[in-house]
């Protein structure tokens, strides 16, 4: 069972580049998340998408765009990376479509990404 | 804005001793969940609590959500190294909201 899978684990980016985080889920989940995980800040939310089409911005989404063509991928696109973007990233997948937090979610294993 | 906060953000025990984390939010929660991390790793789902003042037990771990559905904590008796990690709250106050999570570190 493969769950939720993330790539890369880790990167080194240099300021100003952009990269595209990739995060897949193979449990038919509806609700998708990426989260930065920061020393002291807990996970923050960034985007969100409820299903196929659709998404919307969480806690943090600037310098961050997501889109949702399909139900199993959501990927994270970094526009312009910057030192503040140094961070570790976790996607998330759960059932439920409607809120996303009626059932048990499930994260991938993270990206730790660096930018100098 | 919506915010879940949890305290207190390090713990450091005694194996053997208890030990209690809170979560408290600034608006009403439709339910609230708990997540484990270990050390280098990513949140595991612990629990999911959804009705006022529910109770519930997974061995030497006790959860509560409170009557106002703003707080909930977990309790953890006789901490052993196995505990060791960051735990977090998870509500849902309009959007997915992690607490910030408490750090348990155990000394043998």
């Known amino acids: 069972n493969a769950g939720v899978t993330q790539t890369p684990k880790f990167q080194v980016l240099k300021t100003g580049q952009s990269m595209t985080l990739q995060c897949a889920q193979d449990m038919n989940h509806e609700y998708m998340s990426w989260y930065r995980q920061d020393p002291g800040m807990g996970l923050r939310l960034i985007h969100y998408?409820?299903?196929?089409?659709?998404?919307d911005q969480g806690e943090v989404p600037n310098g961050y765009n997501v889109s949702r063509s399909t139900t199993e991928d959501f990927p994270l696109r970094l526009l312009s990376a910057a030192p503040s973007q140094t961070s570790v990233y976790f996607c998330a997948s759960s059932y439920s479509g409607v809120s996303g937090g009626d059932t048990e979610a499930f994260f991938g294993q993270g990206t730790r990404l660096t930018v100098v | 804005g919506q915010q879940v906060m949890q305290i207190p953000q390090y713990q450091h025990v005694q194996e053997g001793e208890d030990f209690t984390t809170y979560c408290n939010s600034s608006t009403t929660l439709s339910n609230i969940q708990w997540y484990k991390q270990r050390p280098g790793g990513h949140p595991v789902f612990l629990i999911q609590?959804?009705?006022?003042?529910e109770v519930k037990k997974q061995k030497r771990l006790t959860f509560q959500f409170g009557e106002a559905k703003k707080n909930s904590s977990l309790h953890i008796t006789a901490t052993q190294t196995t505990d060791v990690g960051t735990y977090f709250c998870f509500g849902y106050p309009g959007k997915l909201i992690f607490g910030q999570g408490t750090t348990l570190q155990v000394k043998p």
């Open positions: 609590l959804v009705k006022s003042g």
């Open positions: 998408s409820v299903g196929a089409g659709i998404t």
